[in-house]
């Protein structure tokens, strides 16, 4: 399911870095969730919240560092052209 998904996503690296990950940096290194539809979408924005609020309470000293910086992008419409 979709949610599964999300979670594996959301567990499997670290979604604070911005354009990195580990030692590597740059735009290719973003985290960004593509969804397909509004449903996509909101099941996308509430596991964020979720995971988001979790890590406040592990890391309450330093919430501003810990930010989920994740894009969450709806291609749903014609206005956003998506190559494979």
Same mark, same amino acid.
């Given at each position: ?22 030692? =590597? ?23 964020? =919240? ?10 309450? =000293? ?15 419409? =014609? ?6």
């Amino acid at each position: 399911e979709y949610k599964d998904l999300l979670q594996i996503f959301w567990e499997s690296h670290n979604p604070c870095q911005g354009m990195r990950q580990g030692i =590597d940096y740059g735009t290719q290194y973003r985290s960004a969730v593509f969804t397909y539809n509004e449903a996509q979408l909101l099941m996308t924005k509430e596991t964020k =919240d979720k995971y988001q609020k979790e890590i406040n309470k592990q890391f309450f =000293d330093n919430k501003e560092y810990y930010v989920i910086t994740t894009e969450i992008i709806d291609i749903s419409n =014609d206005e956003y052209e998506f190559y494979y």
